[in-house]
Nanobody
Framework: QVQLVESGGGLVQTGASLKLSCAAS????????MGWFRQAPGQERECVAA????????YYADSVKARFTISRDNAKNTLYLQMNSLKPEDTAVYYC?????????????????WGQGTQVTVSS
């Protein structure tokens, strides 16, 4: 079991930046591959970015590639999502998730533990 708590969301204007954090506690953080997902009203939950347990491999959705960066600090048990050049279509609840499969996972079915989510709203 691992507990995940997201923070860093908020209301920003188009073009702004936000950095989301996911603080993990419980089982050893470095034992999990991690991912960021988002869900907008009426939309399916989608994987935005994912990272393997040691941070050597990453995945990004095409919609955020070159704008978002996923990273992790295993010493601090924290996952990050740096979001730049934000657009209104980035508006969603963003969730942190942990996978026991230990590799990069791009689908929600590959994740075992989820945070409560943090709201990101980008105004035009």
């Amino acid at each position: 079991q691992v507990q995940l708590v997201e923070s860093g969301g908020g209301l920003v204007q188009t073009g702004a930046s936000l950095k989301l954090s996911c603080a993990a506690s419980g089982r050893t953080f470095s034992s999990y591959a991690m991912g960021w997902f988002r869900q907008a009203p009426g939309q399916e939950r989608e994987c935005v970015a994912a990272i393997n347990r040691i941070g050597t491999n990453t995945y990004y959705a095409d919609s955020v590639k070159a704008r978002f960066t996923i990273s992790r600090d295993n010493a601090k048990n924290t996952l990050y999502l740096q979001m730049n050049s934000l657009k209104p279509e980035d508006t969603a609840v963003y969730y942190c998730a942990a996978s026991r499969t230990l590799g990069v996972q791009a689908t929600s079915g590959g994740y075992d533990y989820w945070g409560q989510g943090t709201q990101v709203t980008v105004s035009s």
